[in-house]
């Protein structure tokens, strides 16, 4: 749950993440990566949430959402979240927190920021090293944004309003000098 007296607002965008308790696993197996992503496909619908940008890495996640309705994004993410939670303790044979307190989240409050975000977002597992390119990284949307795969937790308006195609975000991605730019500038809305 976010913090006490947290407001969400409809047509708000909201970068949401949280890492393992101890900076643990969250994800154990290819399967825990799909089996999240499949809750969030569930929950969609009812709780009036658009996926802009995911990444689910081993010890954390970062989504870039769109609240759609008055029902607070708080609720989405804590049912999803408190679903995989179970699922994954019961798998593991293991009982306690699975996250480090409550998820965290960020209003995106300027439009530039959006696209910015969704690189570091998309980013992610290149920055930890575990791929040399964001689209080796199955547990993104990046390879959807790319044309690559045709995933369906994405809001296609949104790239096809930011870019001109999937080659246009892909070069906008690998452009380092950008991103060090951009990670500077958007500081205030990642995870420390």
Request: aromatic residues 16%; charged residues 20%.
């Amino acid at each position: 749950m976010p913090r006490r007296g947290a407001v969400f607002a409809a047509g708000e965008h909201y970068h949401i993440y949280n890492r393992g308790a101890g900076r643990n696993p969250i994800f154990f197996m290819p399967a825990n990566y799909v089996y999240c992503l499949l809750l969030v496909k569930r929950y969609l619908t009812q709780y009036a949430v658009t996926v802009i940008a995911y990444c689910l890495m081993p010890n954390h996640y970062h989504f870039l959402l769109r609240q759609e309705s008055d029902l607070p994004l708080s609720k989405f993410i804590g049912v999803l979240f408190n679903a995989y939670a179970q699922a994954v303790n019961k798998q593991q044979t293991r009982s306690g927190s699975l996250f480090e307190g409550r998820f965290q989240h960020r209003r995106i409050d300027r439009e530039e920021y959006l696209t910015h975000l969704c690189r570091y977002v998309h980013l992610n597992p290149v920055k930890a090293r575990l791929v040399q390119r964001p689209e080796d990284w199955p547990y993104s949307n990046y390879q959807d944004w790319i044309g690559l795969r045709a995933g369906t937790l994405m809001d296609r308006l949104f790239v096809q309003d930011h870019f001109l195609n999937g080659e246009a975000y892909r070069q906008f991605v690998a452009n380092w000098q950008d991103v060090e730019r951009s990670q500077t500038m958007l500081r205030p809305y990642m995870l420390d």
